[in-house]
C-alpha cells in the first residue's frame, strides 16, 4: 500500500478530522473506542454503507473491496430495520483477526440491538465488536472466517482480468469498463445520481471538437464539464506507460473520471466559494486525486495492483504533475504541488470517502 513505502501525508486542504481521533497507541482508550463503535453502528443504521466502509481497519480493506463490503452491510442491515445499538462495557483484549491470523491489541464492544428477523418478528442481536486503533483513531474488523470473506469476494466482487492488457487501447477499455463499475456500485442508493461519462480517445495526429472547444494533439487528458466527457490522448497514454508504467496511465483515467464524479455529486470550481458544494480550483484538483486514490485501494483488494503500480502512479504523481513555481493555491487553474496531489492521492488510498470530503453519501429514503 502507499503507506508502507512512505508515502501516506496529511492533506494540506484542510482533510477529514475525525472527533474520534483520539485514541492512544500506548494504552488501550476504552472509553474512546465504545464512542467509535457507536458512531459505526449508527452509520449502519442510517444506511451510510460508504461511511461504515470507510472506517474499517485498514488490514480489512487490504483484504475485502469496497463492492464486498457494502453487499455484506446491505445483507445484515438492508432488509433487517434495525434500531439503534446500545453498546455495552468495553474492554482491552488482544484480538487475533480470523481472516489473515494476526493479532492485535484492540478493544472488545458488546453491543445489542433490535431487529427484524427471517420471520418478519422483532428480536434482539446481541454481539462484539472489535476495534485497534490506527494512526490515533478506532478502526473496527469485519469477517468472523476467511471462509465467509473468500465467499463473500466470490459473490459479489468483479473478476480480475483474466491476462494483461497487451496494449493501450486494451489498457483504458479495462480501465474505464472498471472505473465505471466502481463508482456505479459505490453510489448505488446513495444520493448521487451516478451516470456514466462520455469517453473519447483522440489518436496520433488527430484532434477532437469538444463541448469544452477543440483538443489539439498533446492536450494529455481533461474532463469537459460541458458534454460530460473524459478525453484521452492516447499517445501521450503510451508514452506514459512506456515511462513509468500502465498504472500511471491508468491513474490519469481515474483522475480525470473523478472530475466527472464530483460533478454528478454536485461539487464546482469557482474563483470566489461562497456555497458548501463550490471549492477553488486547487481544491477540486486535490479532491480528484484523492478519488483516484479510493479507486486504487479497491483495485488493490481486489488483486489487480502490486507495490510497483502503485509505486509508478506515485511516482509520476510527484514527478510530474506539481504546478510550475509561481502558481498560487487560488490560481484558477492551480492544481497543487507534486507533494500536495501526492498527499491526496494516498489520503484517498488511505481513508477512503471520508477522508476525500464527498457530499451525498448518505442513503436515498
Do not use: K
Not at 38 to 52: I, M, R, S, W
Not at 154 to 178: M, N, T, W, Y
Not at 252 to 269: D, F, K, L, N
Not at 329 to 346: K, V
Amino acid at each position: 500500500m502507499i503507506a508502507a513505502i512512505g508515502l501516506a501525508l496529511m492533506l494540506i486542504t484542510g482533510g477529514f478530522v475525525s472527533p474520534l481521533a483520539l485514541a492512544r497507541q500506548t494504552e488501550p482508550d476504552v472509553a474512546g473506542a465504545s464512542q467509535a463503535a457507536q458512531t459505526y453502528l449508527d452509520l449502519a443504521v442510517q444506511g451510510n454503507f460508504n461511511g461504515l466502509f470507510d472506517y474499517l481497519h485498514p488490514d480489512v480493506l487490504d483484504e475485502v473491496p469496497r463492492s464486498v463490503g457494502l453487499a455484506i452491510f446491505e445483507g445484515v442491515y438492508g432488509a433487517t430495520q434495525p434500531d439503534q445499538a446500545r453498546v455495552g462495557q468495553p474492554r482491552a483484549i488482544s484480538y487475533t483477526w480470523p481472516v489473515n491470523g494476526e493479532t492485535y491489541e484492540a478493544v472488545e464492544v458488546p453491543y445489542e440491538q433490535e431487529f427484524t428477523n427471517a420471520e418478519g418478528q422483532r428480536d434482539t442481536l446481541q454481539s462484539l465488536m472489535y476495534l485497534a486503533p490506527v494512526d490515533g483513531q478506532y478502526r473496527w474488523f469485519l469477517g468472523n472466517s476467511r471462509a465467509f470473506v473468500a465467499e463473500a469476494i466470490a459473490r459479489f466482487a468483479p473478476p480480475p482480468p483474466s491476462e494483461q492488457p497487451g496494449d493501450i487501447g486494451a489498457l483504458l477499455d479495462l480501465v474505464v469498463d472498471d472505473l465505471d463499475t466502481f463508482f456505479a456500485t459505490t453510489f448505488e442508493g446513495t444520493q448521487v445520481r451516478y451516470v456514466t461519462p462520455g469517453v473519447q480517445v483522440v489518436g496520433a495526429g488527430q484532434a477532437a471538437n469538444t463541448g469544452c472547444g477543440p483538443a489539439q494533439p498533446g492536450f494529455w487528458a481533461f474532463y469537459c464539464l460541458a458534454d460530460a466527457t473524459v478525453y484521452l490522448d492516447q499517445p501521450f497514454l503510451e508514452d506514459l506507460e512506456q515511462r513509468y508504467g500502465d498504472f500511471a496511465a491508468a491513474y490519469v483515467v481515474g483522475h480525470e473520471w473523478a472530475h466527472h464524479v464530483q460533478t454528478v455529486s454536485g461539487t464546482q470550481r469557482t474563483e470566489a466559494p461562497q456555497a458548501i458544494n463550490e471549492v477553488y480550483s486547487l481544491e477540486l484538483e486535490l479532491q480528484a486525486d484523492c478519488l483516484a486514490g479510493i479507486w486504487s485501494r479497491d483495485m488493490d483488494a481486489r488483486e489487480f495492483l502490486d507495490l510497483r503500480d502503485l509505486a509508478e502512479a506515485s511516482t509520476f504523481i510527484f514527478e510530474r504533475l506539481g504546478d510550475p513555481e509561481g502558481v498560487g493555491p487560488f490560481d484558477p487553474q492551480a492544481h497543487g504541488t507534486g507533494e500536495q496531489r501526492l498527499n491526496a492521492y494516498s489520503d484517498g488510498y488511505d481513508g477512503g470517502f471520508v477522508g476525500c470530503e464527498v457530499e451525498g453519501l448518505s442513503p436515498v429514503r
